[in-house]
Structure formats: structure tokens, C-alpha cells
């Protein structure tokens, strides 16, 4: 006992002093302050890894959004410039298929980067048109989403937007922008503009994303649109909610997810663009974002060991040097803050603004050195031109939360200023240094830049830097809405230049654009500084002249107007002289919108190029009333082609010395079930602006060359049918339709059985086109005659040029020809060099005993008129020449 009672008391004593003293020693002031540098190195290493992740990925969730923001804008703008297209294809189709197809040819410039197809559905959803490809047989689309939307929308006009499909026509995936066509406010139809997914999201193309990186648009349903890359993935998958488009999320914004498309991890901003009910989202993936961290956390470990290691070396002498110790563990602190992130401009400061450090990047940014800048007060690079509402902003909240971000201009040491993202956090106070604030300064000028040059080339026309038509309608509708406020008017003048085509291909498309230049620049001398001068596409330019007293007023702009365009242009080598064709329209007595302004500025443009062009003309109702008669006629015409209301009957053509029917001219009658006969005069030019004189064309063809084999078998192997061809018909193009010639071999018709009438108007543009279609008619036995012969200014031009069977001298020459001694002496002067040339001649309109003898004696071969017979059907026809046998016999 008292053996173990004395060792217990010897241990007692000998191990509690040992301990304590081991403990204090531990706790000493110089260990816990190295143990309290070594905590703060590496807490502040981890806090710095920490930020520096947090900060790539806000900065990855801000640059994505705006990313996706301008993605949106742009494609907003694309949408709306589709928007515009449709409302130009939906007039056009309404005012006839050929101003229809001429209006694609000429203003899809404007969206040639969006469009790859322009189709139009009936009121039935019948396809009735396509840009790609001709409607050859009935094509259904009346199950097509945007039919039934327009057609169930009880006539409102809107703007659709389909989901993606897959077209009948084109087999190609396409996004279905639609307005409805509208006759009287009821539905008669849909125009259609098909644009391909990777077109609709090619600005995606221009934004930065990395690796792995995505750009995708979504409809508000949640189904995807496009997607770059990859334009099609996703688009046949079922729309579904996601986080951006649930309920109460906002417009704009960002999160973090995981694709389930391809499994990448990536940090997606988004915005959304309810005009067009979408949202655009641009991603970046999580490994491409933080792919500068791992560089940064091997530096920033680096850092920490070697400091580790200095405070390990310090150790000893630190026992000696207490009051250099705060100084020491002051200037690893900074260090580590101001050098930790060298990619953007960074500032310390103290919490009353005098500058402490600047890293490189700032020096490099600003100008200023570390050496000159440290001690000044951070407000020697805030520009004067910042809103106090935002510096007061800043200082309130740097003052109560210690951070604040948002758009600041920074003045450097020249006295250059640039736009930046500013972002200011505070740092607290410890026992190793005073409260610090840094300040972070990232450079926006590119980005401001680019966000520059898309809103210019969204609004402006970049031949002429005139504004574009987006740009116009907004001004248009501005100048509309301040004219209604201060009671006054405006004068919309719509500008077409004559024979610009014509310029274009004889000189290039090079020399084209600088006279388009010249134009513009000549446009915007003459007309005041508070006007709008713009070009809508091609050679169309529109004037708005605001704030007429009367419409009186825009007369003599519109005088100088003619006169300074139509002053000769010298391009290259070549003098040229173009003129120009305005229609002009008065808000609000024509028109209360920008939209149908613009329409009766274009009639009256329209009206002012028939007139003889160079000239100008101001809407009336007549004009509209002349245009909505033409489209009835064209809607009738429509219908009794498919109803069978139109006949051929035949005139015949008799041998002037023998008195033998040698040919019948084949020639179309309309009886309309309502108003009856009606003119050729009056619905054939209808047909040639509608484009439908080429169906009507074709019909009047195969049953003419019908009736003439049947006449071939009954009355005589010999007989000519003449049938006439529009100059439409030489100028259109069809693609994937049977050519005249065509028909002729294929019914076997024998040689020299058909002639083909021609006027003037055909032979004028003296085109490739129409040069091989006589050489194919040569080539094919087909005869040519050229109609109304004379009374065209170059006529005997063309007689040399082009190889011509038979010339049919005008009735307006033959009428007279018993009244005045000059027709005779011109008919005989017509025969006589037409027979030099081995040409024959027909006279038509002969109604007299007396103009027959004349034309005889003239040598004149055959002779058409109600004197021998007036058109008639087929049956009278044959009787006629049956009677005419008779009597010959």
C-alpha cells in the first residue's frame, strides 16, 4: 500500500506540471498566431478557390443570358422581317399570281438568309403554290397545324408559328411561318413561308459557346425548334415543361442541368421572347467552363505552400519580430487577393475609396501604373458621363450589402472612356489586416460592338444605308400616330426605278449597286432633313413626308424628284440614264395604317408605270376599285377554266386568188354564267398579269390541235391551224410543264400543220428565251406569223432578225384602205418587201367586197374578216368550208 501510495504520488506531481507546461507552450502567443496564419492562408486559399469557381460560373450564368437575349433579338428581328414578307406575298397573291411570283423574285433579298420556300394553301387546304416546286397534283394540307389555326381564328390576321414539320413537297424539315389570306374579312386561304431550323437558328452559329456547347430554340409549349448544333435533334420528341417555362419563372435567367439529350452537364441562360411565343437558350458545358480553374487551383496551391513554407522559415525569427508580423501576414493577404485573378481588371481599396493595389490586368486596361494610381481615390477613373441616378445607386448599395454589379464607364488615363461590367465586393476586417473593398472591371466594348452592328444591319440597308423596311414600318407607324396627335398629314411616296433590270444585266450586278447608291444619294438631297428616306429591297425606295399642310405640298419634292433621278449617270464606260415610276398616298385620307398606306402608295406606283413611267400618280378609289375588278375577273377566270365556261372557236383564213379556206385561227370566247359574253379585249390581259394566260394558253392549244386532226380526216389534210401565244408565255417559266413543241411531236401533227402568233411585245426583249423558242418551233415544223403587223416601231428590225413565215398586216390599215390612198400604197409596200423576203401575208379585218379587190390587186396571199366569216364555233366552221367548196365548185 504505502509502496503504491509512493509511486502514485511521485507520478502525480512529476506528470500534471509536465503536461501543462507542454500545453502552454503550444498555447503560446507565437504558436497560436502561426497557427492562426496557417488557418488564414489556407481558409482564405479554399475561400479564393471557392470565388473563383462561384465567379466562372456567374460569369458563364451572365454570359449565357445575354448570349441567349441577343439570340432572341436577333431572331425576333428575323421573324418580324417574315412577318413583313408574308404581308408583301399575301397583297401580291390577291393581286394576281404573276405580281405574286414577280414580288418573290424582287423582295426575298430581304429574307433570302431565313427562306427556302414560299407555298400558299386555299380556303379547302388544297396546296396551290410552291417556290420549289410546281403543284402538279392536288396536295392536302388541310390537317397542317397553322391551317386550322387561321382557319378556326374566325378572320383575324395574325402571325403563326408551327412547330416543326416535315414538308409534303419539300421532304425537309421546316418551321411554318403563316398569315391568313383574307377576302372581305372572311378566310380564303394561307401564305406560307417555310424556313429550315438551321436557318431560323443560324445566329447561334456567331456566339461563342466552347466545347459541347449548345444553342436552342423552344416554343412556349416546350417543343424544340432547332437546336446548333444538331439543327433537327430533339424536334419528333413530345414538348415538355422544363424549369425556364414553368409557371412564374422569369423572362431571363440561367440554371444548371444535366442534358438529356447527351448527358453533358452544362450551365444554360435563357430569355424568352413572348412576341413570338419562344425561348432561346445558350449553354455552355460545366467541364468547358471551368476549364481555366484547374490552372487557377494548382497556382493558388502553389501560392498557399510556398506561403505555408514562408511562414515555416518566419517561424523562429517571428519570436523577435512581433511587430512585424501583422505587416508580413498584410502583404500575403493582398498579394493573394490583387494577384489571385489576373484575367480581369482588379482594384483594392480601402472602405473610404483611396486606392491600395492594382493588378496588371488593371494597368493594362486603364493605363494607369500601380506606382502612379496606389494612394489616389478610385473616383480618378469614373467617367463624368455616368448617371448620378446609378453612382448614387452603387454607393447606397455598396454602403448597406457591401457588393454591388452593374454598367459603369471608366475613363482611362488618355481620357478614353469604355463601357464595363463593375463589380464591387467588401471584404471584412481581422486580425490580419483592415477591411478591404476590390473592385472588378471587365471590359464590354466588344460586346457593346457587336450588340451595335446587329441592331444596324436588323434596321438598316447595308447598300445604301438607308433604313431597311423594319426600320420604315417603325417609322412609318411613329410618323402615322404623331400625325393623328397633332392633326396634320403625311405623304407616303413609293418609288420604282424604270428600267433598272435592264441595267443591272447588261452592266452587272457591281455597276447595279453603285447606281442603286447614286439613287439613294440623290433621294436624300432633295428631300427635307426631317423625312424618312428608305429602301424596301431591290429598286424599291419609299419617302415619308411628315407634317403637310395639304397634299399639295409634296408636289414639288416629287417634281425634283423625277428630274434629279432621271439626270444621266455615268458607270464605267457606259452613260446611263434610268427614271423612276411614284406612287403617292396621303395619311389619313387614303389610309389609316402603315401597312395599307404602303399598299396604295404601291397602286399608285403601279398606276403611274402603265402611264408611259417617269411619271407620278396620287391614289384615288378608282384605282382601287380598277384593282378590285381585276382580281374578280381573276377569280372568275379561276373558276370557268376549272368549270369549263371558256370555248375555242375558229376564224377562217382564205386564199386571196383562189377563195379557198387554208387555214382557221384558233380563238378563245368566254361566256360567264352571269354577265355573259364577255370581251376578250377585257379578260385576256388579266390573265397575262395573273400568269393564267399560260394555263389558258396550253388548253386553247390541245383543243385547237384537237379539232385540227379531226379536220385533217374530214375536210382537208392541208388545212393550218394558227393559235397565239402570249409574251407572258415566252417569259415564264415552267419548269416541269410540257412546252408547246413538246405537244406538237407528240400528237405526231404533221409539218407545217401549225402556226404560232406572235405580236411584237414577244419579240421586243429579244432574250435567249425567246430566240430558242422560235428555233425550237423552226425545229419542230412549227410556221410563225407576227401579229398586227406595222403597228409597232420596229417591226421591219425584226423581220431581218428572226425567221418569220407569215406577217399579218392590222385591220386599223386594211379598215381604211378604201378611204385613203396612203393605207393602199403602205399595204402594197408591206407585201411587196414581205415577198422579198419570202414572207406571206394575211390581212385581217376585211369586211368589204371593195378592201378584198384592193388587197388582191396589191398581191396580197390571204385575208381574214367578217366579209368571208366571223369567228365560229366548230361546227359552223366546217359548214362554212363545206359551202365555200361548193360554191368554188
Not at 423574285?105 to 387546304?125: C, K, M, P, S, Y
Not at 494610381?373 to 448614387?392: L, T
Not at 436588323?458 to 400616330?481: G, K, S, V
Not at 386532226?709 to 397565239?724: C, E, F, G, K, Y
Request: aromatic share 8%; charged share 25%.
Amino acid at each position: 500500500m504505502a509502496a503504491g501510495q509512493s509511486r502514485a504520488s511521485d507520478g502525480t506531481p512529476g506528470t500534471t506540471p509536465g503536461l501543462w507546461s507542454r500545453l502552454r507552450g503550444l498555447l503560446s502567443p507565437l504558436n497560436l498566431g502561426a497557427a492562426a496564419c496557417l488557418l488564414f492562408i489556407w481558409s482564405f486559399t479554399s475561400h479564393q478557390l471557392t470565388q473563383e469557381r462561384d465567379r466562372l460560373a456567374r460569369t458563364a450564368q451572365a454570359r449565357t443570358e445575354v448570349e441567349a437575349r441577343a439570340f432572341g433579338e436577333y431572331s425576333l428581328g428575323s421573324a418580324r422581317r417574315v412577318s413583313e414578307f408574308l404581308l408583301d406575298l399575301r397583297a401580291s397573291w390577291l393581286a394576281g399570281r404573276e405580281v405574286f411570283e414577280q414580288v418573290i423574285h424582287e423582295r426575298q433579298e430581304v429574307v433570302r438568309d431565313l427562306t427556302f420556300q414560299v407555298a400558299v394553301i386555299d380556303e379547302n387546304g388544297m396546296l396551290v403554290y410552291s417556290s420549289i416546286d410546281p403543284v402538279t397534283q392536288r396536295l392536302d394540307l388541310s390537317q397542317r397545324e397553322h391551317f386550322r389555326v387561321h382557319k378556326e381564328s374566325g378572320g383575324r390576321d395574325v402571325l403563326f408559328i408551327s412547330d416543326p414539320v416535315q414538308g409534303k413537297v419539300s421532304k425537309k424539315w421546316s418551321i411554318q411561318f403563316t398569315r391568313p389570306i383574307l377576302k372581305a374579312g372572311q378566310f380564303a386561304g394561307v401564305v406560307v413561308v417555310s424556313v429550315s431550323p438551321e436557318q431560323f437558328a443560324s445566329f447561334a452559329n456567331t456566339l461563342t459557346v466552347g466545347r459541347d456547347g449548345v444553342a436552342t430554340i423552344i416554343k412556349d409549349s416546350g417543343q424544340i425548334v432547332a437546336r446548333v448544333p444538331n439543327p433537327t435533334a430533339g424536334i419528333e420528341k413530345p414538348p415538355r415543361r422544363r424549369q425556364f417555362n414553368e409557371a412564374g419563372a422569369p423572362e431571363t435567367g440561367s440554371y444548371r442541368v444535366v442534358s438529356g439529350t447527351d448527358g453533358v452537364d452544362r450551365i444554360l441562360g435563357y430569355h424568352h421572347v413572348p412576341e413570338i411565343g419562344m425561348f432561346f437558350l445558350v449553354g455552355e458545358s460545366v467541364a468547358s467552363v471551368m476549364a481555366p480553374y484547374d490552372s487557377y487551383r494548382h497556382t493558388t496551391l502553389v501560392e498557399a505552400a510556398a506561403s505555408t513554407l514562408l511562414i515555416a522559415l518566419l517561424y523562429f525569427t517571428l519570436r523577435h519580430q512581433g511587430a512585424e508580423r501583422k505587416r508580413h501576414i498584410e502583404e500575403m493577404r493582398l498579394a493573394s487577393m490583387v494577384y489571385a485573378s489576373s484575367s480581369e481588371a482588379m482594384m483594392v481599396t480601402t472602405l473610404d475609396g483611396q486606392v491600395v493595389d492594382v493588378n496588371p490586368a488593371f494597368s493594362i486596361t486603364t493605363g494607369y501604373t500601380a506606382q502612379e494610381f496606389k494612394g489616389q481615390s478610385s473616383d480618378a477613373i469614373r467617367s463624368e458621363c455616368n448617371d448620378s441616378v446609378v453612382i448614387d445607386g452603387m454607393r447606397e448599395a455598396v454602403s448597406t450589402k457591401g457588393t454591388w454589379s452593374g454598367e459603369f464607364l471608366i475613363r482611362r488615363k488618355d481620357g478614353s472612356e469604355f463601357p464595363a461590367l463593375l463589380t464591387i465586393d467588401t471584404f471584412a476586417g481581422s486580425a490580419q489586416g483592415e477591411p478591404r473593398r476590390v473592385a472588378l472591371i471587365h471590359d464590354m466594348t466588344e460586346k457593346k460592338r457587336a450588340e451595335e452592328v446587329i441592331w444596324r444591319q436588323a434596321n438598316f440597308d447595308t447598300l445604301t444605308d438607308l433604313p431597311n423596311r423594319h426600320m420604315f414600318y417603325n417609322r412609318l407607324r411613329h410618323e402615322i400616330a404623331r400625325a393623328k396627335q397633332s392633326s396634320t398629314q403625311l405623304a407616303l411616296l413609293f418609288i420604282d426605278l424604270d428600267r433598272f433590270k435592264e441595267v443591272n444585266d447588261t452592266l452587272g450586278h457591281d455597276q447595279g449597286d453603285i447606281l442603286l447608291k447614286e439613287i439613294a444619294r440623290r433621294i436624300s438631297a432633295i428631300v427635307r432633313g426631317t423625312d424618312t428616306v428608305a429602301r424596301l429591297g431591290g429598286d424599291e425606295f419609299t419617302i415619308i413626308l411628315s407634317d403637310l399642310t395639304d397634299p399639295g405640298a409634296a408636289a414639288p419634292i416629287i417634281r425634283s424628284l423625277l428630274t434629279r433621278i432621271a439626270t444621266p449617270l455615268q458607270l464605267g464606260e457606259e452613260n446611263v440614264e434610268v427614271s423612276a415610276s411614284i406612287g403617292v398616298a396621303m395619311y389619313p385620307r387614303d389610309a389609316d395604317s402603315a401597312e395599307s398606306l404602303l399598299v396604295r402608295a404601291d397602286q399608285a406606283m403601279f398606276a403611274a408605270k402603265s402611264a408611259g413611267r417617269n411619271q407620278w400618280a396620287v391614289f384615288t378609289p378608282a384605282l382601287q376599285r380598277a384593282e378590285q375588278e381585276r382580281l374578280r375577273v381573276t377569280s372568275d377566270l379561276r373558276v370557268a377554266l376549272a368549270e369549263q365556261q371558256l370555248a375555242v372557236h375558229y376564224q377562217p383564213i382564205v386564199d386571196l386568188r383562189t377563195g379557198k379556206v387554208r387555214k382557221a385561227e384558233a380563238l378563245i370566247r368566254w361566256t360567264h354564267p352571269a354577265r355573259g359574253e364577255i370581251d376578250p379585249a377585257d379578260f385576256i390581259p388579266v390573265a397575262e398579269d395573273s400568269g393564267l394566260i399560260v394555263e389558258i394558253g396550253k388548253w386553247v392549244l390541245n383543243e385547237a390541235l384537237d379539232q385540227l386532226m379531226r379536220w385533217h380526216a374530214t375536210l382537208d389534210s392541208t388545212l393550218q391551224m394558227s393559235v397565239n401565244k402570249s409574251p407572258v408565255e415566252f417569259r415564264a417559266h415552267q419548269s416541269g410543264i410540257e412546252s408547246w413543241t413538246t405537244v406538237v411531236e407528240r400528237r405526231g401533227i404533221p409539218p407545217h400543220s401549225l402556226v404560232v402568233e406572235i405580236t411584237e411585245g414577244s419579240l421586243m426583249a429579244d432574250s435567249i428565251e425567246v430566240i430558242e423558242h422560235l428555233r425550237a418551233f423552226r425545229r419542230a415544223g412549227i410556221d410563225v406569223a407576227l401579229d398586227d403587223f406595222g403597228t409597232g416601231y420596229s417591226s421591219l428590225s425584226y423581220l431581218k432578225r428572226f425567221d418569220i413565215d407569215y406577217i399579218k398586216i392590222d385591220k386599223s390599215f386594211v379598215r381604211s384602205l378604201a378611204h385613203d390612198p396612203k393605207d393602199i400604197a403602205l399595204c402594197s409596200a408591206i407585201v411587196s418587201m414581205a415577198h422579198a423576203l419570202r414572207i406571206k401575208v394575211i390581212a385581217e379585218g376585211i369586211e368589204t367586197e371593195e378592201q378584198k379587190m384592193i388587197l388582191v390587186a396589191a398581191g396580197c396571199d390571204y385575208g381574214q374578216g367578217h366579209f368571208f366569216c366571223p369567228p365560229v364555233p366548230a361546227a359552223a366552221f366546217e359548214s362554212f368550208v363545206v359551202e365555200r367548196s361548193l360554191t368554188e365548185t
